[in-house]
C-alpha cells in the first residue's frame, strides 16, 4: 500500500532485457540507502519489487502484462520516474490509499501554465469513468491528486509548484502516457451498487 506522496524523481540508469520481461534499473539517490531486496517500491505509481541493490542504484522486474498494461514499458535509459517505498504501519497518510495496481493509463491532452502553476487535462478510457468524481482522488504516475473536473473521457488536475517540481509531471509534454488509478473507496462502491442490479 503507497499513498501517493512522492518520495524521490529518480533516473532510469539501464533497461535490460529479459524475455518475456525486462529488468529496469534506477538512481534512486538516497532512497535506495535502506531500500533491502523484496521491498515494494512503487515506480511512477506502478509497485514493483526490488531485486537487486548495489549503492544508489536499485534494480526491478517487470513482466509483459506489466509492460504492456502501464507506461513502463516504453522507458528508456535517461528517463525520470516517480518513486515511492510501501507504507510503513503507523506512519502518516499524506495523500490517499493507492494499491501500486494500475488501472490503465492515460494521455496528457492540455496544460495551462499559470505562472508557477499548472492545470493539466489527461484523457481516460471512460470505463474508469464511474470511479472518478470532481474533488475525488486519483493518483498519475504514482502522484496523489485531487480531480478539478472530471468529464466523459478527460479530467483535469491542478498542480502545485512543489509537485511540478518534484514529479514526472513538471515536465510531461503533450502526448506524454501516465499510470492512472482511481481511488480504491470508488471501486469498491462500484462493486457493491453492481451487485445489486
Given at each position: 500500500?503507497?499513498?501517493?506522496?512522492?518520495?524521490?524523481?529518480?533516473?532510469?540508469?539501464?533497461?535490460?532485457?529479459?524475455?518475456?520481461?525486462?529488468?529496469?534499473?534506477?538512481?534512486?539517490?538516497?532512497?535506495?540507502?535502506?531500500?533491502?531486496?523484496?521491498?515494494?517500491?512503487?515506480?511512477?505509481?506502478?509497485?514493483?519489487?526490488?531485486?537487486?541493490?548495489?549503492?544508489?542504484?536499485?534494480?526491478?522486474?517487470?513482466?509483459?502484462?506489466?509492460?504492456?498494461?502501464?507506461?513502463?514499458?516504453?522507458?528508456?535509459?535517461?528517463?525520470?520516474?516517480?518513486?515511492?517505498?510501501?507504507?510503513?504501519?503507523?506512519?502518516?497518510?499524506?495523500?490517499?490509499?493507492?494499491?501500486?495496481?494500475?488501472?490503465?493509463?492515460?494521455?496528457?491532452?492540455?496544460?495551462?501554465?499559470?505562472?508557477?502553476?499548472?492545470?493539466?487535462?489527461?484523457?481516460f478510457p471512460g470505463g474508469l469513468r464511474r470511479q472518478?468524481?470532481?474533488?475525488?482522488?486519483?493518483?498519475?504516475?504514482?502522484?496523489?491528486?485531487?480531480?478539478?473536473?472530471?468529464?466523459?473521457?478527460?479530467?483535469?488536475?491542478?498542480?502545485?509548484?512543489?509537485?511540478?517540481?518534484?514529479?514526472?509531471?513538471?515536465?510531461?509534454?503533450?502526448?506524454?502516457?501516465?499510470?492512472?488509478?482511481?481511488?480504491?473507496?470508488?471501486?469498491?462502491?462500484?462493486?457493491?451498487?453492481?451487485?445489486?442490479?
Open positions: 500500500m503507497f499513498t501517493g506522496m512522492i518520495e524521490a524523481l529518480a533516473v532510469v540508469t539501464e533497461i535490460g532485457e529479459q524475455p518475456p520481461g525486462r529488468r529496469i534499473a534506477i538512481r534512486a539517490g538516497e532512497l535506495a540507502t535502506n531500500a533491502r531486496i523484496g521491498d515494494s517500491i512503487a515506480v511512477n505509481g506502478c509497485c514493483l519489487t526490488v531485486v537487486a541493490a548495489a549503492g544508489e542504484t536499485l534494480t526491478f522486474e517487470a513482466g509483459p502484462e506489466t509492460l504492456f498494461r502501464t507506461n513502463l514499458g516504453t522507458l528508456t535509459a535517461g528517463l525520470q520516474v516517480n518513486l515511492e517505498r510501501s507504507l510503513a504501519l503507523g506512519s502518516r497518510l499524506g495523500g490517499h490509499f493507492v494499491t501500486g495496481h494500475v488501472d490503465a493509463t492515460g494521455d496528457l491532452l492540455a496544460r495551462q501554465e499559470e505562472v508557477d502553476w499548472a492545470t493539466l487535462w489527461f484523457g472518478m468524481a470532481s474533488k475525488g482522488s486519483i493518483a498519475v504516475d504514482g502522484v496523489s491528486l485531487t480531480l478539478v473536473e472530471v468529464e466523459q473521457e478527460r479530467f483535469s488536475v491542478a498542480l502545485i509548484p512543489h509537485t511540478l517540481a518534484h514529479t514526472t509531471l513538471g515536465k510531461l509534454a503533450i502526448g506524454g502516457r501516465v499510470n492512472l488509478e482511481t481511488d480504491l473507496l470508488a471501486k469498491y462502491v462500484q462493486q457493491q451498487l453492481e451487485g445489486r442490479d
